[in-house]
């Protein structure tokens, strides 16, 4: 297990009841800025389209944006969903954020288009080929923009492109998923890995971390395996308001698995669409993958996952419709302990559901 796990953050830069785009990203700039203060490692948007919950739509831009008020912290995506864009076309655009924030960028990559599939293809536009088939294909191509050329036929290729004038450092490339295909591919280009505990309720974080590990091959750019692994936190003074806290979450959860996701509820909206559910088995499933309690629990939580799965860094998400439950939730945890070097305990007390 390791020693000190960092914590990160994931952002998917929910939109509330009466609440516009601009001021929920407004919002995310006071929660980066406020981990960038407490020592957070890593701020990471997600990318998701044509839908009213969140406003996560370009992460390339979003982060140039919210990057402009912090010093320190890393800054990527969490992730692009690459089936749905050109890479050099991606990877100009991180080159970009590279040379505004050098050393400090990440690129997570994912395989799903994060979204439905009319939205897909207004996104693609070629509707000829399936670009998720050739993912693998397509990261190889991408890590050659940005200076990690696998192949040498593909070197004189890549060598007529260039992504920016002038590159002193590159993004770093990670690879996303919530299946073994994920840990897979990132096993096999030596590449970090994150796995999306935080929505992938019915797979298994440990199975993942072992699989990515037992065939990691050493590459060019990370000699040893790297995993990290999401999940959900909320904490309040009490249990009870962490749990009412966290009602949105849930509700916004079980929207999106319907295929209905409105802009993110009150807590009291989020009981009532509970008590409207004809079937509450997968809203009550939830909880599987959310640490909702009082600071020491959801820390104790955190502990669990990490001794659970060796993760080398946890990167906490949540949706909540005050982006102040999250802030307190941060600086909560970083009372607690050093986000920038987590300290796992060697035995935990009552812990909160995970």
């Known amino acids: ?27 995310s700039r006071r929660l980066v800025q406020r981990a960038d203060e407490l020592g957070f ?22 982060l140039a944006a919210l990057g402009a008020g912090t010093k320190r912290i890393r800054l990527g995506s969490g992730g692009v969903m690459l089936p749905n864009h050109a890479p050099f076309v991606v990877a100009e655009q991180f080159a970009a954020l590279e040379s505004l924030y050098p050393g400090r960028i990440d690129l997570g990559l994912g395989r799903a288009p994060g979204t439905d ?36 036929h593909d070197r004189e290729v890549l060598a007529r492109l260039r992504v920016t004038p002038d590159a002193a450092t590159h993004p770093q490339i990670w690879l996303l998923g919530s299946s073994l295909y994920g840990a897979e591919l990132a096993a096999a280009f030596g590449l970090p890995y994150t796995f999306a505990h935080h929505f992938a ?18 590459s060019p750019v990370l000699a040893e395996p790297h995993f990290m692994v999401s999940v959900s936190a909320i904490a309040a003074e009490t249990v009870e308001e962490a749990t009412r806290l966290a009602l949105p979450s849930r509700a916004a959860m079980h929207q999106i698995r319907f295929g209905k996701p409105t802009r993110v509820l009150t807590p009291e909206g989020a009981a009532a669409y509970a008590t409207r559910m004809q079937d509450r088995s997968l809203y009550d499933a939830t909880t599987g993958t959310q640490l909702v309690g009082t600071p020491q629990m959801v820390a ?35 009372e607690l302990r050093d986000p920038a070097a987590w300290e796992p305990r060697t035995s935990v007390g009552a812990h909160p559901h995970n």
């Open 117 to 152: 599939p009319f939205t897909s293809a207004a996104l693609r536009r070629d509707l000829a080929r399936d670009r998720v088939d050739e993912f693998p294909n397509d990261v190889l191509e991408l890590m050659g923009f940005l200076g990690d050329v696998r192949d040498e």
């Open 41 to 62: 490692h890593r701020y990471w948007v997600a990318e998701h389209h044509n839908t009213q919950l969140v406003a996560s739509t370009t992460p390339p831009v979003l």
């Open 300 to 334: 104790d939580g955190i502990d669990r996952l990490v001794e659970r799965t060796g993760a080398d860094e946890v990167i906490l998400a949540a949706t909540t419709h005050d982006v102040e439950v999250r802030i307190r939730t941060i600086e909560a945890l970083a």
């Open 201 to 218: 309720m019915h797979a298994d974080p440990k199975a993942a971390a072992d699989h990515y590990r037992a065939h990691f091959v050493p």
């Open 1 to 27: 297990m390791p020693g000190t796990p960092k914590l990160s953050l994931l952002d998917l830069i929910p939109v509330a009841e009466g609440q516009s785009s601009a001021e929920a990203i407004a919002a």
